[in-house]
């Protein structure tokens, strides 16, 4: 079993309808969930970070961890054809300390309709 | 505006022809990263300086290595490139410590691909 598993879809929805990615991981270790976005031929920029569990919100993103479950969630709402991108969900260990490798999903590849 | 710049962009090489990638911040974080991507799959983390400490991934091939001069920048040397080393090479850095640390700020990467 991979540590981190993301179905890579592709997801194609219209304009205006709410999405949801998500990532199921294995390493009960995980404290640290990041979900990266990456547009064709970019390099992943960060769209939202959450320490332990619980949910965050930010515009119309909302991430959302259950770490009982191991499953973490990206929510968009009100999906725009700008968001049509790749969504990498990321996660890491305890440390506080560089170097501890962030563990990346495949990637989950969204294509938004107007 | 404080940034990761990776050159070239793209990069084309005959099989078993060196090639170095360059990597600069201006972010001024201590930690460089080194990550390859294969279409369709995962970023896979190759290396990372800690300011001049190498840490080398075990399963990273010794065809790979890396070099760090000073603060701002970063090489990727592929002293042999094979046909399965075409990727995407990222550059990422990052701050040493705290909350910080985990998050990764990555550069555009470079496209390599081997004939």
């Known amino acids: 079993q991979k540590e981190v598993e993301q179905d890579p879809g592709p997801l194609s929805v219209p304009e205006g309808a709410i999405v949801s990615l998500n990532c199921t991981y294995s390493n009960s270790a995980f404290q640290y969930f990041m979900w990266y976005r990456q547009y064709s031929r970019k390099g992943p920029e960060l769209l939202m970070y959450?320490?332990?569990?619980g949910n965050k919100e930010d515009g119309r993103f909302t991430a959302q961890v259950d770490k009982s479950s191991k499953y973490i969630s990206l929510f968009i709402r009100d999906s725009q054809p700008s968001d049509s991108a790749t969504y990498l969900c990321?996660?890491?260990?305890?440390?506080?300390?560089?170097?501890?490798?962030?563990?990346f999903g495949k990637g989950t590849t969204l294509s938004v309709s107007s | 505006d404080a940034m990761v710049i990776q050159n070239p962009r793209y990069q084309v090489t005959q099989f078993g022809k060196p090639v170095t990638l360059s990597c600069s911040q201006t972010?001024?974080?201590?930690?460089m990263y080194w990550y390859q991507q294969k279409s369709s799959q995962a970023p896979k983390l190759l290396f990372h300086y800690y300011d001049k400490d190498f840490n080398n991934e075990a399963d990273t091939p010794d065809n790979f290595q890396s070099r760090r001069p000073n603060t701002s920048f970063c090489f990727l040397d592929i002293r042999s490139p094979g046909l399965g080393d075409a990727a995407m090479y990222l550059c990422?850095?990052?701050?040493?410590?705290?909350?910080?640390?985990?998050?990764?700020?990555f550069g555009a990467g470079s496209r390599l691909t081997v004939l």
């Open positions: 990321a996660m890491s260990g305890g440390s506080r300390q560089a170097g501890t490798a962030l563990i």
């Open positions: 990422a850095t990052g701050m040493g410590e705290g909350l910080g640390a985990n998050v990764l700020t």
């Open positions: 972010l001024n974080h201590n930690v």
């Open positions: 959450t320490y332990s569990s």
